[in-house]
């Protein structure tokens, strides 16, 4: 009987050295220490000795179970210390490696032209709002006095999504927006930045969809005084203190008088050169006295009330400011021109 046990010993620590890892070590102990081991099998039939036999079989199978335990923990330990050890090595965490740099963006140069109109005109005392690119037809002309069958339609070669509805062809819809919201108060000062969308084939200087900055002021007693000098603070503040601005008779069907704002040359300060056609001076912006009929068809009695508004292209002006000669640039967003204006 001793031999049994002392077999049973020998092949239990034989197998347990095989063993490596977690799961078979459970499997040993089940084996060997389980209910339905071998060990405890013989535990039970020790009620089947003779009396005098059975304190040192019963001695015998102790130490057994108790040799069995201390090998069971020891291998535990064992497999359980190599076991961290692997998922420590695994899940180390090279601090040597170099880090993955932070890409930091640009405003974008229109944005930036955009903004820095828009501080200037808060300076002023203006309000910025913005309106829907998607216009009805009414605003985007009718109100505008550009009925139907006017010529100056043409002008602006339009996409249109029904009869009555259309991508706006300009910022000056909000001119009527804004006066119709208003109404009947006064000051009105508004700054309208907005995409803008016309039906032109892309090149250097044209593109299908681009920004307007709209400006409207109506008020008792507005003047083309009023309008030249928000103008000339407004090319100072972006251009420099040396900046004038001049204004030739033009013609919109919104504005009477309209007329043309030409900056002086930024490329050779009015001495002429390339970039003014060796004029000395830019084309920046369209403006006029609001006329009498948009106010009117607005809600604003023209004998009473008077405007003026203005309507501008920050891209020309980003061109202008950046040197940049091709607008189509402006809309490729090539990282290497972008990053130029990380920083500005
Ligand atoms: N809406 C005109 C255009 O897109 C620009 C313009 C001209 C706006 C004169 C105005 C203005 O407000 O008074 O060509």
Redesign the pocket.
Known sequence: MKQELETLHGKALQELGDVQDTKRLGDWRVTYLGKKSELTTLSKQMGQLDAESRPAYGQMLNELRQALEGAFATTKATIEEAEQNARLASETIDITLPGRAIEVGAVHPISEVVREIEDVFLGMGFSIVDGPEVETDHYNFEMLNLPKDHPARD??DTFYITEELLLR????PM?VRTMERMHPHVPIKVLVPGR?YRRDEDDATHSHAFT?I???VVDKGIRMSDLKGVLEAFAKALFGEHQRVRLRPSY?P??EP?AEVDLVCVHCQGSGCRVCKETGWIEI????MVHPRVLDMAGYDSEIYSG????MGPERIAMLKYGITDIRQLYQNDLRLLRQFAGV
């Open positions: 002008m602006q062809t300009h910022t000056s001119q803008v307007q709209e400006g409207l919109f919104f504005t309209s912006l369209g403006s006029g003026f508004a203005f309507g």
